[in-house]
């Protein structure tokens, strides 16, 4: 079946130590996501790439970086976690030569920092 | 600025009963507006989006541009109703999310 893979399922890191998450997608959508959700949140966009290029949201900090080698895959650095990054970290595909822009996650990374 | 709200953060409803799950947004433009579903320790996935003024596991939704809203409505609620759900606006590539509304549905 077609889908988004996300690994791993579950990180645990310690302070101040890169972490990297990744996620891999056998849709062959053009456009991938990473969101953040913490507990009892909406999911908060992070970035998107468009094919190549990336997209950053204007609040995104800095700490936070997102590399797509090809279609199928993307990675999600953080280079410094703190303690409030702890959250699940949701990749998402989307196509954007379809009728809409409805997107489909994968399973997410729960994040933990010690 | 676009946004969008979903009043209820906790929806208790008897199996049964009907339910409605409210959706407020703000938009300048023509919206493209979803319902994504998150159930107990599954993804986050698409229930249904307006253009399709579909039904979907018995649900619908109603795209009201004067009052501009999205609610969505179950005439007879199921257990396995019971879930987290997302009202989403899209606009070009990016989704915004609203905090979303916990549905369970009691024996």
């Known amino acids: 079946d077609a889908m988004v893979i996300q690994n791993p399922r579950y990180q645990v890191t310690q302070f101040g130590k890169p972490v990297t998450l990744s996620c891999s997608q056998t849709l062959n959508h053009n456009v991938m996501y990473w969101y953040q959700q913490k507990s009892s949140q909406a999911p908060k966009l992070l970035f998107h790439?468009?094919?190549?290029?990336?997209?950053n949201e204007a609040d995104t900090p800095d700490n936070f970086q997102s590399r797509r080698p090809n279609t199928s895959f993307c990675f999600l650095d953080i280079r410094s976690p703190g303690l409030g990054d702890a959250a699940m970290y949701l990749c998402?595909?989307?196509?954007?030569?379809?009728?809409?822009?409805?997107?489909?996650f994968g399973p997410g990374t729960r994040l933990t920092v010690t | 600025a676009q946004r969008v709200t979903q009043p209820e953060k906790l929806l208790s409803v008897f199996k049964g009963a009907p339910v409605e799950l409210k959706c407020n947004y703000s938009y300048s433009g023509s919206p493209e507006l979803f319902w994504y579903v998150q159930y107990s320790r599954q993804r986050l996935q698409l229930l249904l989006r307006h253009i399709s003024r579909e039904s979907i596991k018995g649900f619908t939704a109603d795209l009201n541009k004067g009052e501009t809203s999205f609610h969505l409505k179950k005439p007879f609620a199921q257990e396995e109703d019971s879930a987290m759900y997302y009202c989403a606006l899209g606009g070009g590539f990016k989704t915004i999310f609203g905090a979303g509304t916990r549905l369970f549905v009691k024996a």
């Open positions: 998402a595909t989307g196509y954007s030569g379809g009728t809409s822009y409805e997107q489909y």
């Open positions: 790439y468009y094919d190549k290029d990336f997209n």
